[in-house]
């Protein structure tokens, strides 16, 4: 039982890593967006959405990358 715990983790693992990776990627497609340029053009920084798809992508990769490489 312990052995497909293990397992299970280490998928959780790679999901989590790749659906980060999705969401970054996303972020930086949606940051080249018309709207976000002109956003960014009068306030000086990314939009909300733009950074909650990168600390979303960054977090999920984090936990994902731990829960694959912990024993």
Request: aromatic share 12%; no cysteine; glycine share 12%.
């Amino acid at each position: 039982m312990a052995k497909d715990s293990i397992s299970t983790m280490k998928l959780v693992g790679i999901a989590l890593v790749v659906i980060g990776l999705g969401l970054a990627f996303w972020g930086y497609r949606l940051s080249g967006s018309v709207g976000s340029q002109l956003a960014q053009a009068f306030t000086g920084s990314a939009t909300d959405k733009v950074m909650t798809f990168y600390i979303s992508g960054a977090v999920s990769f984090v936990v994902g990358l731990y829960l694959f490489i912990k024993k």
